[in-house]
């Protein structure tokens, strides 16, 4: 989804056959030339994968919550380097 967002956006800027300069270092040049229709299917690409990164990125979140406040698994203090629960004093 990442390189799909990344592509697709390039696409978008370049469609028109312009490069895109990146902070004035260097310019990437159009791989595409001028097409037409080109920047509405690479910006309805991008939407959809962008859109499903933020979905996927929030239903993993809500996952490790999930572990964490209902399973009571040591799953996210393992994620954020913390150390697992004494199994002893469990509360």
Known sequence: MLFTA????????SADGSAIDVFNWFAVPSMTGDQKGLEDLAG?????????????AGVHALAALKHHLLDRDDTLRRM????PRDPDNLS
């Open 6 to 13: 990344m592509i697709s956006g390039y696409l978008i800027t």
């Open 44 to 56: 309805d690409i991008h939407e959809i994968a962008t859109w499903a990164i933020i979905i996927l």
């Open 80 to 83: 954020l380097g913390k150390a």
